[in-house]
């Protein structure tokens, strides 16, 4: 499982709090690409008849980088966070 900055970016719109079948479907109903559906197909599973609640991204990829975690002045030329 291999998460970029672009592939979690496409779960910023998902259903949190949901369990790992709900993303996975979530996903395939978005038109989300087919390594982010992977990605969540290799998330752990536990046992049988218990379901994981995911909270937020951060509880997939806890070193995903959130828009207010750069620390920048905006007024600087070239950046843009939406090229990140």
């Known amino acids: 499982m291999i998460w970029t900055v672009e592939l979690a970016a496409a779960l910023d719109d ?6 790992r079948e709900e993303l996975i479907e979530w996903a395939e109903r978005n038109g989300l ?18 379901d994981m609640i995911y909270e937020g991204i951060e509880d997939i990829w806890p070193d995903y980088i959130r828009k207010e975690d750069f620390f920048h002045n905006e007024e600087d030329e070239g950046f843009d966070y939406d090229d990140v």
């Open 14 to 19: 998902a259903p949190f709090p949901a369990t």
């Open 33 to 50: 690409s087919q390594q982010v559906i992977s990605n969540l197909e290799e998330l752990d599973e536990i046992e049988e008849g218990e």
